[in-house]
Nanobody
Framework: QVQLVESGGGLVQPGGSLRLSCAAS????????MGWYRQAPGKQREWVTT???????NYADSVKGRFAATRDNAKNTVYLQMNSLKPEDTAVYYC???????WGQGTQVTVSS
């Protein structure tokens, strides 16, 4: 069973940057696409980006040009570099692997002055 552990969240001022990490256990990591999602208070979880096993990425319009997802298959880790952060980016951020229904526990990102 693959397990995912996110880290890197925190409090940042508007316009700042954070980099989230999602470390996966198990040997199947490199074979599957990974995704980042987020859930703001009182809202449904929403898709942020998908990162294919090849490294190809797709982004939600709300983060396009500001967020960048990358993966390091040797480290079984995906990253989400978030720049030009806005208060509306405040949410719990989750990673998932696109096999089964496997999610991490989430990491809180708060954008506030």
């Amino acid at each position: 069973q693959v397990q995912l552990v996110e880290s890197g969240g925190g409090l940042v001022q508007p316009g700042g940057s954070l980099r989230l990490s999602c470390a996966a256990s198990g040997s199947i990591f490199s074979s599957y696409a990974m995704g980042w999602y987020r859930q703001a208070p009182g809202k449904q979880r929403e898709w942020v980006t998908t990162l294919a096993s090849s490294g190809t990425t797709n982004y939600a319009d709300s983060v396009k040009g500001r967020f960048a997802a990358t993966r390091d298959n040797a480290k079984n880790t995906v990253y989400l570099q978030m720049n030009s952060l806005k208060p509306e980016d405040t949410a719990v951020y989750y990673c998932r692997i696109y096999v089964g229904d496997i999610w991490g526990q989430g990491t809180q990102v708060t954008v506030s002055s």
